[in-house]
């Protein structure tokens, strides 16, 4: 076979090639990448920078043509060389463009290799020339047919499976040692064997690799108010066809993608779980809090009662700890004020500590009639002018 190897040297997100991919219209031609990169080596104590190969398990290419268009191929893995046929599919535009590899291992690990070029010119015939002789043949020299009688030539796609014949994924009950036969560009027949082939196993952990299986989750509603009651509208959607899915254990249709929660009044957290086509599983969960109001803000008034703390700003939370920024005029004291079981506050003035004090405890009942101990924080002085607080 006619084919071109290149050694990949890999260092931080730059990639060499030992020679540059320069092709012509419609070339096909075999690549043969051997990967290395640099790594550190300790001998007698004494660590070296040295180059070291990368052996993967498996491997797919993501190509972009000179026209745009973006392919994602499986290839074949040999050792340390990673194997592609680049073909008239790829080679059809003139004009430079990329390629790229994501490498996988048997603990799951998974590495991208850095982008590099190729480049396709035109040759000197005045017109497009591929060979498209190349088909699939039976024993007999039969050829081989699609449900439509159209005869497979080598290197074409089948249905929406972007895949070139010579790489089609062929049904699992295949043991690997069956032949097939190809005819090459003499019409002579040679044998391989399926063991040369993706099964359809291993297209799908290809697939799964570079688009895994996801969902997207939201919720009409995550922090409520302590004492509100809320209708928590959940809307999910897939990247992938389903079999079945679950939102805290209740199964649903497989349809479904919309769910309304009526009355929630606690902290609740929903878990969708989903089972792809492939048989993926995925699990996301969401969760619906419930806070009470923590206050701050500015008044000239020292009378502590309801009146004053619901006039500062309010805001949601469940943790002591904030930064805020306040514009104290004359007469004009910082409060702050946050449920007790929170803890005690300390605070920074534009930088400096102190400058506070808990001037009151006392019960307060926000307006859906939830009630606890409250601890109010007052500024020493008044008329701070743009004060800046961090709060811990």
Not at 23 to 43: H, K, M, P, Q, T
Not at 305 to 321: A, M, Q
């Amino acid at each position: 076979m006619i084919s071109k190897k290149i050694t990949l040297t890999i260092n931080d997100y730059k990639v060499k090639l030992s020679s540059p991919i320069c092709l012509y219209r419609a070339d096909a031609i075999y690549l043969i990448f051997s990967i290395y990169e640099y790594g550190i080596e300790v001998n007698g104590g004494v660590r070296e920078k040295k180059l070291m190969p990368i052996y993967p398990l498996n491997a797919v290419l993501l190509l972009e043509s000179p026209d745009n268009q973006d392919f994602i191929e499986s290839v074949r893995v040999n050792g340390n060389e990673i194997i592609f046929h680049i073909d008239s599919k790829y080679t059809n535009f003139v004009g430079t463009s990329r390629m790229q590899l994501i490498l996988t291992d048997e603990n799951c690990c998974q590495i991208t290799i850095p982008e590099f070029p190729f480049e396709v010119r035109n040759n000197i015939y005045d017109g497009f020339f591929t060979n498209q002789d190349l088909i699939l043949v039976d024993e007999n020299n039969n050829p081989i047919i699609t449900e439509q009688d159209a005869e497979i030539k080598v290197g074409e796609s089948i249905g929406n499976v972007n895949h070139e014949i010579k790489e089609l994924p062929l049904d699992d009950d295949l043991t690997g040692e069956e032949d097939i036969l190809l005819q090459d560009t003499d019409g002579i027949t040679k044998r391989t064997k399926v063991s040369n082939f993706p099964t359809r196993n291993e297209f799908n952990e290809l697939e799964e690799i570079v688009n895994p299986f996801n969902v997207t989750l939201s919720a009409s509603h995550t922090i409520v108010e302590l004492g509100d009651k809320k209708n928590i509208e959940l809307v999910w959607d897939y990247n992938k066809e389903i079999v079945s899915q679950t939102i805290n254990d209740s199964t649903l249709d497989i349809e479904e993608r919309t769910k309304v929660y009526e009355q929630v009044s606690k902290t609740t957290t929903f878990t969708l779980k989903a089972t792809s086509t492939l048989n993926k599983e995925l699990s996301k969960s969401i969760t619906i809090n419930f806070f009470n109001g923590i206050y701050y803000g500015t008044s000239s008034s020292t009378s502590i009662d309801f009146e004053l703390i619901f006039g500062l700003t309010k805001t949601l939370s469940n943790s002591k700890s904030r930064t805020i920024n306040v514009n104290a005029i004359e007469d004009q004291y910082i409060y702050y004020a946050l449920p007790s079981r929170l803890g005690e506050v300390e605070f920074k003035v534009n930088g400096f500590s102190g400058g506070f004090s808990l001037v009151k405890t006392f019960n307060l009942a926000n307006s859906y009639g939830y009630e606890e101990q409250y601890y109010v924080y007052r500024s020493t002085y008044t008329n701070l002018g743009q004060t800046t607080l961090i709060i811990s």
